[in-house]
């Protein structure tokens, strides 16, 4: 019996290396080969070229194994929790302690300065976002879901896909009490903060429609995105990275996006006013306030 593919899993236990699926964002560890399946409330389990081999050696840490396969525990959202709390460091860990809910996590983001990249383009991790004290959108975002999944969340970011001529913005999801709402980092008055008092993702997305204007009056929303699972990848690999994530913004934009209107509707789009695009502009940072990392 097949089961569905997965991205990732570990082996907790400091005698075996961690397997990760090969793929184009994850390392491979030598010696494990062949698809690695997830079967479901059973954990994980690898079919290995050698399986008698890898069979043995992790039998008598997890059992439950037999010639070819190897069966190990999946990740919880308290595992990956726990694996987060065991990497950052003491002054980290005491802000994303502090950081306790959603509305403390905005207004966080709210006191760094916007990234204004005068030092050439950034994707930069959540680390280096403390180091720097500047973010733009999808530093926000990332450093948001970072904070929401050390505190046992899922963290879920959501990509608003543009007309070809405008920019993207990615924003991060959270859910109380079965309703989603969003954090956001910006440097306008729209595309801001969203309460949970959304029934869906699609329903959360469509808030921003009618503020996503640009500087021409046109209002520029055209798709968004599925919730992107950040747990998907091991939390060193977006966490504490020391490199850029273009990686990872390459990953989001290749995510399954869904239009927010059928094409016919968004012909007769109104443009905002002149009055609505003047009080767009206001910027809470100006490029004199902006940090050089």
């Known amino acids: 019996m097949l089961f569905p593919l997965v991205d990732f899993f570990y082996i907790h236990d400091s005698t075996l290396p961690p397997i990760r699926l090969r793929d184009t964002i994850l390392e491979p560890v030598a010696g494990f080969g062949g698809k690695v399946q997830a079967k479901p409330q059973r954990g994980f389990c690898v ?3 050698a399986g008698q081999t890898q069979a043995a050696v992790a039998a008598p840490l997890f059992g439950g194994c037999r010639r070819g396969v190897l069966f190990i525990y999946i990740y919880t959202t308290g595992m990956y929790a726990d694996e987060i709390k065991r990497m950052l460091a003491p002054s980290e860990k005491k802000l994303f302690q502090k950081l306790s809910t959603p509305q403390k996590i905005q207004d966080y983001l709210d006191t760094l300065p ?3 990249e005068l030092a ?8 280096r976002v403390l180091q720097a004290k500047t973010a733009h959108c999808f530093e926000g975002a990332l450093f948001a879901a970072a904070v929401l999944a050390y505190h046992g969340q899922k963290p879920l970011l959501m990509d608003l896909r543009t007309a070809h001529t405008y920019e993207d ?10 309703l989603w709402g969003a954090i956001s980092k910006t440097n306008h008055p729209i595309l801001r903060y969203r309460d949970a008092v959304y029934r869906s993702p699609r329903e959360l997305a469509l ?3 009618h503020e996503y204007v640009e500087s021409d009056g046109k209002k520029a929303l055209r798709e968004y995105s599925a919730p992107f699972d950040l747990t998907r990848l091991p939390p060193e690999r977006w966490i504490v990275a ?3 994530l273009h990686f990872l913004v390459e990953r989001l934009d290749k995510s399954k996006h869904f239009p927010i209107a059928p094409k016919k509707a968004l012909r007769g789009l109104r443009d905002a006013t002149l009055f609505e695009r003047k009080a767009m502009d206001v910027v809470e940072w100006n490029p004199k306030q902006a940090r050089k990392r």
């Open 47 to 49: 079919a290995t070229p």
């Open 114 to 116: 916007v990234n204004y």
């Open 120 to 127: 050439g383009e950034t994707y930069m991790s959540p680390r």
């Open 169 to 178: 913005h990615v924003i991060t999801l959270f859910r109380t009490n079965g």
């Open 207 to 209: 808030s921003y429609f």
């Open 242 to 244: 020391d490199d850029d």
